[in-house]
């Protein structure tokens, strides 16, 4: 297996649900509930793809070591110093301080992204690696592969393509996307359940005021999940910025469809619009920045493809910003030049007199172009561009000010919200700050580390006030897609990446938790729950897990759940940034992170404690609480694990391996493939009853039932509700599990280590992790120090926040946050120390900002939606009165015209010239009739009078000649 | 010059021919007997007789034509008698529905 087969493999798996949508849009009816079916198995044959495209990539470039305290120390010489070197850690001398040298970041250690050209393998594809061997690689060695499927078109210099770009962030984010997409998809066969027989939505009034009844839409919920999936995949695979963009549109176009599921109700389908319409407003900055970018590049690719076949690669933006040697940031030739048109105008009139005018202007420009970037020309085009960009990311990942639509968006199933809102579409924006870092200047960071660090505190705080489980969530990922991009911000790429990854395991977990709460309880609202961990027991425990994740819990510096390496990595560089800045702004951004950790463990634990623990609030939900049936909770313990064990090394994840084969092994003992199809149950959404009102009570003696009624469609096994739906986990059961994975994991590690010690070339004390991963994606240049031009200040590089003297007071830091906000969601909700209502009333306005969402919604209502009605309403007045008024008007003289025409022309002309001749021939008739008056002798006379007539005419012209001989 | 006077020649012929021609229109446009109207048709066939005998007399040419003339006329009597049949049949059937034989009263043609 080849890495060149890379883009092939990956390119199937983007087109499987591309695939497996036309199916279900062609043949929905015929299949029916087998459009779940269709749908999981494209993804997860995506998945299967993804991760041997993982194998693939790992076989041929494994990652190196990522162990922190080796790198920092790396002395920063100004000279380039790298070459091969046969054990990695003969670079890294141990250095007990790791001084913090100011690197301007015009000079740089060289990377060592090593570009081997073989000759293109197929015409349209060159899949070209760029790397050597793994053995001897550096520690920042980058394997990229780029490539074109297909040009679309070449306008003149525009040059449309679809094209690929694959390195190792490609390969983290395909996997990560296709096996949360089939988690939920497989949970999504038993929360749709119910679409798959009519339906009746109580939240639909219609003008007569019924009830709405509709028939399912099973089928059109899958078709939408299978064109999101190829959305984002190809979104992810994109190698050029054009293609981005139309995927960009193709996920906000499945997320309208998705959030609009239930579209007879108002408030999902202005959810989708809002989702939409946001969208596109940051689209527009992405649009300029676009502009921006080729008009000035003249390029949309990301890396070098050769797109004229002479065998030379022709640079794509990322080689433009940061060329060879060093990958510093540079303003590129073009856009100098093409801020500085007035002067090139002046040199081209200056040499306007000369013989050979036209060359001499042209070299004189060429040598003076970087006198011209010394002095700031085209700096701010290069900042605009990453501004655009941003922009649409702002859009994309509910970023402050465009964050609205986010929380609306949970009017979508469960499902929806836990795949594209949590995981996978909100991440599109982070991940194409992550893919377009090398872009960006210094500046444009700032303002993305500003939006993030609002964004997370205005998420954060309004979760406080949210009681609805779902919008907690919603809130919840805002404020962490805020943290994401603060630590892109500060200069921390691979910390962003990483809490993108965590974030989307944690965060999905926790959604399709709450939809198995909202399933049981049949409400979204928490004040209706509580003490619901006796009744649901795993959901409770995986949520627990989630919540422990996204909180960062620990033991610090030995363990810890998957969202504590990334919180950390993030919270490091914040504090790099501060020391290297040393200025009180540049340590807001690490105070407000603690404080934004800390903010979210309290919100989070005050939703599971509100959930699941205490005195029921509602008796009447907390009776009919039930575990969710097993094709909802195997997801949510496979990812479970997942969140606590994703960001761990390679040789750890035996253990994870180890308890997620023993929980599967545990569902077939239960016989849950076999009830995996009766025993689907149904799923719920929005927030009200959905009409069950035989649940359970004691209606369903026997396994058989008619089908009467609405949603009587469980099957067979069906009395699924009289007794808890998940195989009871025993405490000995559980016990048996933990010794089993210890033990077994622990076996593995011991052969995994053993195995490194005798290829030493491999790996040392830790291997393959996600961070090693994304090290290996580390755009060119960002290794280094930044300064910027416009902004004093300098952004660390990421090597150097791993030091000790920034790793310890960060973790202590991040776990005295966590555990703070733990203690003070405790005190509040689980030992009932302080009053919650207290807190209200102290501080009532605070509580009325955070309930009103700080009015944002009102404030866009006020300053956009109610002028626009304004302008609509005066323009609607316009096309009612004149412009309708003008065409019936024309109408109606036309009409009238055409009247008047016709008597002239029609009844005069026409229909007077064909009565006169028909009377004419009348008359005629008339006149010829009277020759026939039936007498015969008259008739003879004719005869007779006629015969001599002839005779006598003929006699004129005739002269007879034989009258005489 | 008068006629009568004249050697005979193919003119005086043809005049007799043409007085009865004229005789039998006349008889025939103006008889309201159905009988009176087959006389005349019977002298205008007459006259015609005359005509072609006078064409094929010694009076016309020198070499004669033998007697081409008489033969035709012959054949035009024949044919006069065929059709005097048909006329009294027409005749006998126009009594048998009218009752008379006075052609004014045969206007069934009439448009």
């Known amino acids: ?965 | 010059m008068n006629p009568f006077t004249e050697p005979i020649t193919v003119s005086h012929y043809l005049a007799a021919g043409a007085v009865l021609f004229v005789a039998g229109a006349i008889c025939m446009a103006t008889k309201r007997n159905a009988l009176g109207v087959l006389m005349g048709i019977e002298l205008v066939l007459n006259g015609a007789n005359l005509n072609f005998v006078a064409f094929g007399s010694k009076f016309l040419r020198a070499d004669t034509l033998g007697l081409d003339g008489e033969l035709i006329a012959l054949f035009v009597i024949v044919l006069a008698a065929a059709e005097a049949a048909v006329a009294l049949a027409i005749a006998l059937n126009f009594y048998n529905n009218h009752t008379t034989i006075d052609v004014d009263q045969a206007d069934e043609l009439k448009g």
């Open chain 1, 1 to 965: 297996m080849s890495p060149s087969l890379l883009h092939l493999i990956l390119g199937a798996a983007v087109l499987l649900p591309l695939g497996s949508f036309v199916v279900i849009l062609l043949c929905a009816k015929w299949l029916g509930d087998k459009a779940g079916l269709v749908a999981t198995a494209a993804i997860l044959s995506s998945g299967l793809l993804s991760f041997g495209a993982f194998g693939i990539w790992v076989y041929a470039h494994f990652p190196q070591p990522v162990h922190h305290e080796k790198h920092a120390e790396h002395p920063r010489p100004l000279a380039s110093d790298h070459h091969p070197s046969p054990a990695p850690e003969g670079k890294h001398s141990r250095v007990a301080d790791a001084p913090l040298n100011f690197v301007s970041f015009a000079q740089e250690p060289a990377e060592k992204s090593k570009t081997a050209d073989h000759p293109p393998a197929a015409a349209a594809a060159s899949a070209e690696p760029e790397s050597a061997a793994p053995g001897n690689a550096h520690h920042t060695e980058r394997p990229v592969y780029t490539g074109e499927y297909y040009t679309l078109g070449q306008f003149g210099p525009l040059r449309i393509t679809i094209s690929y770009y694959i390195d190792a962030l490609t390969i983290a984010m395909f996997c990560m996307v296709t096996l949360i997409a089939t988690l939920i998809h497989v949970y999504a066969i038993g929360y749709m359940h119910d679409e798959l027989s009519p339906v009746t939505d109580k939240e639909v009034v219609l003008s007569s005021g019924e009830v709405l009844h509709r028939p399912g839409r099973y089928p059109r919920f899958f078709q939408y999940l299978s064109l999101f999936c190829f959305s984002m995949l190809g979104l992810v695979l994109s190698g050029n910025i054009a293609m981005v963009f139309v995927f960009w549109e193709l996920v906000g176009i499945c997320s309208y469809f998705l959030i609009g599921f239930y579209i007879e109700r108002q408030s999902a389908s202005n959810a989708a619009n809002k989702a939409f319409i946001v969208n596109r407003v940051g689209d527009f900055g992405m649009i300029i920045g676009l502009l921006v970018i080729w008009s000035t590049l003249g390029t949309f690719a990301f890396g070098d493809v050769d797109t004229d076949r002479d065998g030379t690669k022709e640079p794509g933006i990322f080689s433009l910003v940061r060329p060879e040697p060093n990958h510093a940031l540079i303003v590129p030739d073009e856009m100098v030049k093409a801020d500085a048109y007035e002067e090139i105008a002046g040199v081209y009139s200056d040499h306007s007199t000369d013989a050979d005018g036209l060359s001499r202007s042209q070299s004189e420009v060429a040598s003076r172009v970087s006198g011209w970037r010394a002095k700031g020309y085209g700096y701010w085009l290069l900042v605009l561009a990453g501004v655009g960009i941003f922009c649409g990311c702002v859009g994309k990942s509910a970023q402050f000010p465009l964050h609205v639509w986010l929380p609306d968006a949970m009017e979508g199933p469960t499902p929806v919200s836990a795949l594209v809102h949590s995981a996978t579409m909100v991440a599109a924006g982070v991940y194409l700050v992550g893919r377009f870092f090398p872009v960006f200047t210094p500046e444009v960071l700032l303002v993305i580390a500003v939006i993030g660090t609002i964004t997370m505190l205005l998420g954060a705080s309004i979760a406080f006030a949210a009681y609805d489980i779902k919008r907690v969530l919603a809130y919840s990922t805002v404020s962490q897609l805020g943290l994401m991009m603060l630590a892109l911000g500060v200069g921390g790429w691979a910390a962003g990446m990483m809490h993108l990854i965590t974030h989307a395991f944690f965060k999905s977990l926790l959604f399709m938790c709450s939809g198995s709460v909202i399933h049981a309880v049949h409400s979204n609202d928490m004040r209706k729950m509580g003490g619901l961990f006796g009744k649901m027991p795993v959901t409770a425990i995986t949520m627990l897990i989630g919540c422990l994740a996204i909180a960062g819990a620990s033991v610090p510096f030995v363990i810890g759940f998957s969202g504590y390496y990334s919180k950390d990595a993030i919270l490091e560089q914040a504090l790099s940034f501060w020391q290297q800045n040393g200025t009180p702004w540049s340590g807001l951004f690490f105070v407000l992170a603690v404080f934004g950790a800390a903010l979210t463990t309290c919100y989070m634990f005050r939703m599971w404690f509100m959930t699941f623990v205490g005195q029921p609030r509602d008796e009447h939900a907390n009776e009919h609480a039930h575990e969710s049936p097993p094709v909802m909770v195997l997801p949510l313990v496979v990812l479970a694990v997942m969140a606590v064990s994703v960001a761990w090394s390679y040789q750890l994840a035996g253990y994870f391996a180890i308890a997620a084969a023993c929980f599967v092994g545990r569902a077939f003992q239960q016989g849950w493939q076999r009830g995996l199809r009766a025993r689907r149950g149904h799923g719920h959404d929005g927030h009200g009853d959905h009409g069950h009102d035989d649940h359970g009570h004691g209606a369903h003696g026997s396994g058989d039932h008619g089908h009467s009624g609405h949603g009587q469609d469980h099957g067979p096994a069906a009395h699924s509700h009289d007794e808890p739906t998940a195989p009871p986990i025993s405490w000995r059961w559980l016990a048996m599990t933990l010794v089993l994975t210890l033990v077994l994991g622990g076996v593995w590690q011991w052969l995994v280590l053993r195995e490194y010690k005798r290829q030493p070339q491999l790996a040392v004390r830790e291997g393959l992790s996600i961070a090693g991963l994304l090290e290996q994606a580390r755009p060119a240049g960002t290794a280094a120090d930044a300064a910027g031009v416009w902004v004093k200040a300098t952004w660390p590089n990421e090597h150097d926040s791993h030091a000790l003297s920034i790793r310890v007071p960060a973790t202590l830091a991040a776990t005295a946050s966590w555990l703070g906000g733990f203690l003070i969601a405790a005190a509040f909700f689980w030992w009932g120390l302080l009053s919650p209502d207290d807190v209200r009333r102290q501080f009532a306005p605070l509580h009325t900002a955070l309930v009103n969402k700080w009015w944002f919604d009102e404030l866009y209502d006020f300053v956009f939606v109610r002028p626009m009605f304004v302008v609509s309403r005066v323009i609607a007045g316009i096309d009612k009165r004149w412009i309708d008024g003008f065409l019936d008007g024309l109408a109606a003289g036309t009409a009238r015209f055409a009247r008047w025409w016709e008597f002239i022309a029609d009844q005069s002309l026409v229909d007077g010239l064909v009565n006169l001749i028909a009377g004419w021939t009348w008359s005629l008739g008339l006149s010829l009739r009277a020759i026939q008056t039936g007498r015969i002798r008259q008739y003879v006379m004719f005869i007779v009078i006629g015969a001599i007539a002839i005779f006598v005419l003929i006699s004129f012209f005739w002269s007879p000649t034989l009258a005489r001989p």
